[in-house]
């Protein structure tokens, strides 16, 4: 699987957009890009995932590089509630793929 | 829709005690995913099954560990006999039929073996 790099930690103001990137320039064809966060003392929560495409939901947007190698997620409007360590996560999918979390980024919304 | 039901969500034992671990997946889910945490190795895959089958093990630390889904409503984690370093949070999760990437987690059971 594709390895990715997130930086460590982050920090936002609360109501501007939070901007967090993630580098996987080892990225295969057929991957996907997913991205989960764990908010404290909490179990992780799916947030969006996209192949080559931007993609939007209700919690955030996914930006995906022309050449794959790297994406950033977008919270438009950050609360003190998105406070969490955010995931980026590669996998080629299937019902017989497990995926692997690293370490993520540790958002934290300021007021 | 409950989502994933774990219990208990506390569970405070002595070394050498036996500890089970209790998941409800998701229903309509055909797979189940057990997970550990610490602060030393992170998010840890442990075992996942697809409808009832355990697909990969290699996850479990050892001997002591062992996982079953007797049914598609119902699986175990059973750690025999229990270890300090096994002190972490175990989640539970699932995931709808075809995909293995939109996982739906518990709340976790936060175990500490004294």
């Known amino acids: 699987d594709a390895k990715t790099t997130q930086p460590p930690s982050m920090d936002c103001a609360e109501g501007r957009a939070a901007n967090l990137p993630c580098n996987h320039s080892?990225?295969?064809?057929?991957?996907?890009v997913y991205w989960y966060r764990q908010i404290h003392s909490q179990g992780p929560q799916y947030i969006i995932h996209?192949?080559?495409n931007n993609e939007t939901n209700e919690m955030a947007s996914l930006i995906i590089t022309e050449d794959r190698k790297s994406s950033t997620l977008i919270l438009p409007h950050a609360t003190l509630r998105d406070t969490a360590v955010y995931y980026c996560i590669v996998s080629s999918g299937g019902s017989n793929y497990k995926l692997t979390f690293g370490k993520g980024t540790l958002l934290t919304v300021n007021p | 829709d409950a989502g994933v039901i774990q219990s208990p969500r506390h569970e405070v034992t002595e070394m050498g005690q036996e500890v089970t671990l209790r998941c409800k997946p998701i229903?309509?889910?055909?797979?189940l995913f057990w997970y550990r945490q610490t602060m030393m190795r992170g998010l840890e895959l442990l075992i996942y099954f697809n409808n009832n089958v355990p697909i990969d093990d290699s996850g479990m630390p050892e001997d002591r560990f062992s996982a079953k889904m007797p049914n598609a409503s119902f699986s175990t984690l059973k750690i025999q006999p229990s270890e300090p370093r096994d002190s972490a949070v175990y989640f539970c999760?699932?995931?709808?039929?075809?995909?293995?990437?939109?996982?739906?987690f518990g709340s976790g059971t936060q175990l500490s073996v004294l």
């Open positions: 999760a699932s995931s709808p039929f075809g995909t293995n990437e939109k996982l739906f």
């Open positions: 080892t990225i295969s064809g057929n991957e996907y």
């Open positions: 996209g192949l080559k």
């Open positions: 229903s309509g889910h055909n797979s």
